[in-house]
């Protein structure tokens, strides 16, 4: 019986000059058009050093096969969107509860729009993009943010959540928003959607208080 497939997603090499690290920019960014424009399939080590400037021998400098390049890709999104979802976090700080919540919500669903098309492909075309570890540790990280939040809201609204109900909001709201930015439904008004889904966030969170005193 075979065990689970392994890859080598790591780099062959490190680049450390800047003019190495522009290359191996070049081609993660070469790598991540070619995957939106012709999915996992089409990606080869020849296109992205073409798409990317770069000679077929700079690629395999540091990167051992198209399986690296895919999880660099993967790991660069998921810095991205974890930097926007932190600034997001700070923003909504500075809002009262409901707003701040309404905010909160919306911008994970904009910062999942906004990366929709590679995130189709990394998540429904790539086999072993979970293994990559910076995909493998968002979710963690996601937990991370919203004991952030959970902290100011217990801070300046006297609501306390166990960690496993903020689990369950957190895993709840994130899979929602992530299926309403890759899959919208057909004939429902997007912000609808996310007006309810604030709106049961907050009524949850209101139990939480009230059971709470009780």
């Known amino acids: 019986?075979?065990?689970?497939?392994?890859?080598?997603?790591?780099?062959?090499?490190?680049?450390?000059?800047?003019?190495?690290?522009?290359?191996?920019?070049?081609?993660?960014?070469?790598?991540?058009?070619?995957?939106?424009?012709?999915?996992?399939?089409?990606?080869?080590?020849?296109?992205?050093?073409?798409?990317?400037?770069?000679?077929?021998?700079s690629v395999y400098e540091y990167f051992p096969g198209k399986e690296a390049m895919v999880a660099a890709v993967a790991t660069q999104l998921v810095e991205v969107m974890l930097a926007e979802m932190q600034s997001a976090l700070l923003r909504a700080e500075r809002l009262a509860f409901e707003p701040a919540m309404r905010h909160w919500i919306?911008?994970?669903?904009?910062?999942?729009?906004?990366?929709?098309?590679?995130?189709?492909?990394?998540?429904?075309?790539?086999?072993?993009?979970?293994?990559?570890?910076a995909v493998a540790?968002?979710?963690?990280?996601?937990?991370?943010?919203?004991?952030?939040?959970?902290?100011?809201?217990?801070?300046?609204?006297?609501?306390?959540?166990s960690r496993e109900s903020l689990y369950l909001i957190t895993s709840m709201t994130g899979a929602a928003l992530l299926q309403l930015a890759l899959m919208p439904p057909p004939g429902l008004d997007i912000d609808a959607?996310?007006?309810?889904?604030?709106q049961k966030m907050i009524q949850w969170l209101y139990q939480a208080r009230d059971g709470d005193k009780h």
Do not use: W
């Open 106 to 133: 919306e911008s994970l669903y904009k910062i999942s729009c906004a990366q929709h098309q590679l995130l189709k492909v990394l998540l429904f075309q790539v086999p072993f993009v979970h293994q990559v570890p």
């Open 1 to 57: 019986m075979s065990g689970k497939q392994v890859y080598d997603l790591n780099y062959k090499k490190v680049p450390k000059q800047a003019r190495a690290k522009a290359t191996v920019n070049a081609i993660i960014q070469a790598s991540a058009q070619i995957l939106v424009e012709e999915g996992y399939a089409g990606l080869t080590t020849n296109r992205v050093a073409e798409r990317a400037g770069a000679s077929i021998g």
């Open 137 to 161: 540790g968002m979710r963690a990280e996601l937990f991370r943010l919203a004991l952030v939040g959970a902290s100011k809201t217990r801070e300046y609204h006297f609501i306390h959540l």
């Open 193 to 198: 959607i996310i007006d309810e889904l604030t």
